[in-house]
């Protein structure tokens, strides 16, 4: 194969409006379909419990705290940086008091959390299903043959990706099997879907499992006490410089040339 | 410039909320096109959702309550409840907010509010509700009833500034500039890089120096005078920065010049206190104050382009600050 005569296969037209056509048409409704179910599938996100708030929010305010200290005086800071310290040794901020000192709960038992997993499950399943039914639709059909030709040339890594389920060794990567066309049309959709849905669509599998993967949903279930006093450790090493010292020579400095 | 339909219209000149609640009709129109007419099943192949348009929609509702006309602000409301359903905090709270100044007399205020109760006692997290009913309890002039409904939820969510700043102005209409300055401090906390905070919590650390005398009095008004100048750190053209900054600066000329001994009791390295700064560094910032303040009014009265953001009032203070001043040096 020295590449210089270019490759010729004759291929029925019928193979454009019978496979290549059909299966981009399939591809999209399917999309579509997904996004649909997985809106019907979603659950509402359950309220959080007051107690469970005001735990997360002191948290946060800590956090702030930590963050942005420089906005206030030294003074202010010291009183604050006491009283929340306190308040979380003395588990104030708990959401559940009593349980205090009993470790790490068992996700399995809490049924929020059961909940939780069960709507992930729902969303598996709304993506896998589809899925897997086209794809085993593809293969039992189309399987086997090229259907289109690329209109530029490529190097010879794309072959993998371009005739997958084509065992031939000396066709040129130009030529897409049928396989390969629901892959490419698989990852390549999202504009599409985009257009016709909008932007916060559901309909591609691949970023929603994305987004899946960076949630564990086994982590949230930390000991809160543990977080709390990791916490006010991390507050008291905070070393205070107040952001408000010497600011009118930095005003000065740069405002006096402009004026 | 953005677009005035996306902003949310809270702090916006009563002109610009006539504006909007003009352009409602003619954007309520525009929603009903060929497009949403579309009979179901192919309905569902295309999408007319989108962020900005229900966050128009409330822009325009509220325009429309500001500026009396209910209907419209009816018709935005009816569109939204349709779209995200009765139980929604938001949409909760801005039925309220449609029952709340539809509400003729204090009776039917109080009618509104036992309404607020009973929805918080089958649910007491919706935020919303609970923020609308320390409005309410404001405007029908409870204000220690608004303090006790504010520190409430604040003890349960303590990062919400909104309710921060609002308590903070209740606690400066009762006076106590204290807990209004710890309530700002919150704000700043939470949102640091906030110039329009910064220069509130300098305003009342001056209007709470007026009260004191000697060293605190100079200690407070030098804190006032470095939270303007953060303020102007974060916007250089911050008109009520400006103000506050020449405010501040005349006031410490005066006590600077006259009472020198009073300067080294202040500055307690144990409390950590900043010292007062130096009377060159002051009369330097009155002068940058002052020229800054006249060029913005000149410009401004001139329409430049860039400079006509100002609000009039703000404008016609500000003049009046340099006359003052100007005055002063003729005698």
């Known amino acids: 194969m020295a590449g210089a005569a270019e490759q010729q296969i004759h291929r029925d037209p019928a193979l454009f409006y019978w496979i290549l056509l059909p299966i981009t048409v399939v591809m999209v409704l399917t999309g579509i379909l997904r996004h649909y179910l997985s809106t019907l599938l979603q659950t509402a996100p359950k309220r959080l419990p007051l107690p469970k708030i ?17 906005q206030i005086s030294p003074a202010a800071f010291q009183k604050r940086r006491e009283w929340w310290i306190e308040s979380a040794r003395d588990g104030k901020f708990l959401a559940d008091p009593d349980a205090r000192g009993k470790g790490k709960p068992n996700p399995m038992s809490d ?11 729902k969303g598996n399943v709304a993506m896998m299903v589809p899925q897997s039914l086209i794809m085993g639709w593809i293969n039992a059909f189309f399987s086997g043959y090229v259907i289109m030709k690329l209109p530029f040339p490529l190097t010879p ?12 060794r000396d066709l040129d990567v130009r030529w897409v099997s049928s396989l390969s066309w629901y892959f490419l049309t698989l990852f390549g959709l999202q504009p599409v879907y985009n257009f016709i ?3 916060n669509n559901a309909a591609n599998q691949v970023t929603q499992q994305m987004a899946q993967s960076q949630v564990n949903p086994m982590g949230g279930a930390e000991d809160p006490e543990k977080i709390f006093n990791a916490e006010a450790e991390n507050l008291e090493v905070v070393e205070h410089y107040y952001i408000l010292d010497g600011v009118e020579d930095r005003l000065l400095e740069r405002l006096q040339g402009t004026v | 410039m953005a677009n005035p339909l996306l902003e949310a219209p809270t702090n916006s000149s009563p002109a610009t909320a006539i504006d909007l609640s003009q352009k409602a009709s003619t954007f309520i129109n525009s929603q ?3 497009l949403s007419a579309i009979p179901y099943p192919l309905s569902l192949f295309i999408n007319t959702e989108s962020q900005e348009k229900w966050q128009t929609y409330e822009n325009l509702f509220l325009a429309c309550l500001r500026t009396g006309d209910d209907n419209t602000a009816y018709a935005c409301l009816e569109s939204l409840t349709n779209r995200f359903g009765k139980g929604n905090d938001r949409i909760l709270g801005l039925q309220g907010l449609y029952k709340e100044s539809t509400a003729k007399n204090d009776s039917e205020l109080a009618e509104v509010l036992k309404e607020y109760e009973e929805i918080l006692k089958n649910d007491p997290t919706i935020f919303s509700i609970r923020k609308r009913r320390a409005a309410v309890l404001r405007s029908m002039g409870r204000t220690s009833d608004a303090v006790t409904a504010l520190t409430n939820l604040l003890d349960q969510s303590p990062t919400d500034a909104e309710a921060w700043s609002e308590l903070a102005d209740l606690y400066l209409m009762l006076g106590s500039y204290e807990q209004a300055i710890f309530c700002l401090e919150e704000v700043v906390l939470v949102m640091p890089n906030s110039w329009n905070m910064q220069a509130r919590t300098g305003e009342v650390l001056y209007l709470s120096s007026e009260k004191l005398e000697g060293a605190d009095q100079l200690r407070l008004l030098s804190e006032s005078m470095r939270r303007y100048c953060r303020s102007l750190e974060l916007c250089d053209d911050y008109l009520r920065g400006y103000y506050g900054l020449k405010l501040t600066t005349d006031r410490l000329l005066e006590l600077l010049s006259t009472g020198k001994k009073s300067q080294q009791s202040s500055s307690d390295p144990v409390k950590g206190d900043l010292a007062p700064p130096s009377i060159d560094a002051v009369k330097k910032l009155n002068e940058l104050a002052t020229s800054k303040l006249t060029e913005i009014v000149r410009r401004s009265k001139s329409g430049e382009k860039g400079w006509d953001g100002y609000s009039e009032a703000e404008i016609i203070a500000a003049r009046e600050l340099l006359d003052r001043g100007t005055q002063k040096i003729e005698r």
């Open chain 1, 111 to 121: 049924p929020a959390m059961m909940e939780g997993m069960m709507g992930m499950m």
């Open chain 1, 157 to 168: 890594q794309f072959k993998q990706m371009l005739q997958a389920g084509v065992g031939t």
């Open chain 1, 54 to 70: 005001r735990e997360q929010r002191s948290l946060l305010r800590s956090a702030n705290l930590r963050m942005n200290y420089a």
């Open chain 1, 197 to 199: 849905l909008g932007s």
């Open chain 2, 32 to 34: 009903s096109s060929w």
